[in-house]
């Protein structure tokens, strides 16, 4: 290709060179230079990756895109004066930008080639990219999707640094599904992906804003809830169509700058809601069997059917909501969405692993008190027989979180199991010791079993007829790490071998 051709879009200053050069590659990592490559500079907080001009022009870099002066790098290269003046430096003002939008050029612009949704928010990105995934797939449809699980392709799961990938991995996982097949990408889109510019050249067909709480909030995220608030509403100018929980306490300021149409969906529960939202869901019942778990309700407005969701909680039923609005749009049949809706399952997140006379057992994500709360208070509208929690906390992080997701565990669980998290650095014993002392104070019920698999199976083997188990904290995590090692551990793998030992007395 010629560099000419990568530049669309892109504001730059030409310092000097030709634009007329063949170029094989777009890097931003100097470890990765090969000959023909477009070298992106950055200056990070940590590292300003204009220091390694003078590495990436010796291994064979000769455009160089910048956002400062780089003479003295390049003196430094050793490379002959006749050498760097056939370099070709261009200045822009962001290079996290440009590297997006080079990165785009680069893959010849996979992303248009496919139906394009993004989904964001404090809570629900994950739940409701899968529920949307599991709709296009009952309806035939081949889909991508990019999130906490990783990039997947078909059967093909690819692990990520960030819920939002790099801008150069993002287009080359975008081109991968284009050339595989697929006619539909989903992505949960971080407001840290939004803020370094990784999902910049992007316009989804259609962009979901779930919710906003404070959140993400530190001297390496953002700065302050307004900050946060300003680049998740971000996604409004990204996409053509904008869906929008009417609900959030800070809907009028998240669509107060959108550029795209807006819809509008609404949860109706007890009386509260915006029952005049475009897409609303209401007659929300509880359903809890030996054979299935969840919720049902109706949905109406510009679209209305029946829906029984497989996955428990009202929460559960405003992810459901923004997937069945999203694939109305999409022409995808009611019983499709039904079939898809009814039996979806997301690793870690209200995972309902096994349900029978005996007992519930689910995972969940839950590692902090406001999600733990939520979701033990969201498992008591199913009224079970006893409410069993199993639970622990990571080492070298805050002792606070130990000591509120314990008084949570002690008011509203019925047993307390205190077991292993991801000790790290720091003795199980001690972090238990920690949880200890707050369930002690509000008089629940509570045991210690340090191994995790011996606490989960304790916790099925002594279940009565009708109890519902939380295993939570580690959620899809497929590890545990102690002491500096990550040891192969999944939930629901464990519950699965205790069941399967168990055979029909589970």
């Known amino acids: 290709m010629v560099l000419r051709d990568w530049l669309e879009g892109l504001g730059y200053e030409l310092v000097q060179g030709s634009l007329d050069r063949e170029v094989t590659e777009v890097v931003y990592d100097s470890r990765k230079v090969v000959s023909g490559a477009v070298f992106v500079c950055m200056a990070g907080t940590r590292v300003d990756s204009h220091g390694f001009v003078p590495q990436v022009l010796k291994a064979g870099a000769r455009v160089l ?160 809830f307004e900050e946060y608030l300003y680049y998740k509403s971000r996604i409004l100018n990204m996409c053509k169509v904008g869906l929008v929980n009417a609900n959030d306490s800070h809907f009028k300021a998240v669509v107060r700058n959108a550029s795209c149409a807006i819809h509008t969906y609404s949860v109706l529960e007890e009386g509260e809601g915006v029952p005049d939202a475009d897409f609303t869901a209401s007659n929300i019942r509880y359903v809890s069997r030996p054979d299935f778990v969840g919720t049902e309700f109706d949905v109406k407005g510009r679209y209305e059917m029946d829906v029984r969701l497989g996955i428990p909680g009202l929460f559960n039923v405003d992810n459901a909501l923004a997937a069945v609005s999203i694939c109305s749009f999409l022409n995808l049949s009611k019983e499709r969405i039904s079939h898809a809706l009814e039996h979806v399952r997301v690793n870690g997140r209200m995972e309902i692993v096994h349900t029978s006379a005996r007992c519930t057992v689910l995972v969940d994500y839950a590692h902090n008190a406001v999600s733990m709360e939520s979701l033990l208070s969201t498992l008591r509208q199913y009224h079970p027989k006893r409410l069993v929690v199993v639970f622990g906390c990571g080492g070298n992080r805050s002792k606070e979180r130990r000591y509120s997701m314990g008084e949570i565990g002690g008011r509203l669980a019925d047993l307390s199991i205190v077991t292993a998290d991801n000790s790290r650095f720091e003795k199980v014993e001690d972090i238990i010791a920690d949880i200890r002392g707050s369930i002690e104070k509000t008089g629940g019920v509570f045991i210690e079993i340090p191994d995790r698999r011996e606490a989960i199976e304790y916790s099925i083997t002594h279940a009565r007829p009708g109890d519902m188990v939380a295993v939570i904290g580690k959620g899809h995590e497929d590890y545990q790490e102690i002491n500096g090692v990550r040891y192969h551990f999944l939930d629901r793998e464990v519950i699965e071998e205790v069941v399967n030992r168990l055979g029909d007395e589970a």
């Open 65 to 224: 895109v910048t956002e400062r002066g780089i003479e003295g790098e390049m003196a430094r290269s050793g490379l002959s004066p006749e050498e760097l003046a056939d370099v070709t430096v261009l200045r822009t003002e962001d290079g996290r930008r440009a590297l997006a939008l080079l990165s785009a050029a680069r893959f010849g612009y996979p992303a248009k080639k496919m139906i394009t949704i993004g989904v964001t928010g404090t809570k629900g990105k994950t739940t409701t990219t899968h529920m949307i995934k599991a709709i296009l797939e009952a309806a035939g449809k081949k889909v991508g999707m990019i999130g906490t699980t990783g990039i997947v392709i078909g059967d093909t799961v690819t692990p990520t640094m960030n819920t939002t990938p790099e801008s150069w991995q993002l287009h080359q996982a975008f081109s991968q599904m284009a050339k595989s097949g697929c006619q539909y990408m989903i992505m949960e889109v971080s407001s840290q992906g939004i803020k370094m510019h990784r999902v910049d050249g992007i316009t989804f067909d259609y962009g979901i804003f779930t919710n906003i709480s404070p959140d993400h909030i530190g001297p390496d995220e953002h700065a302050d």
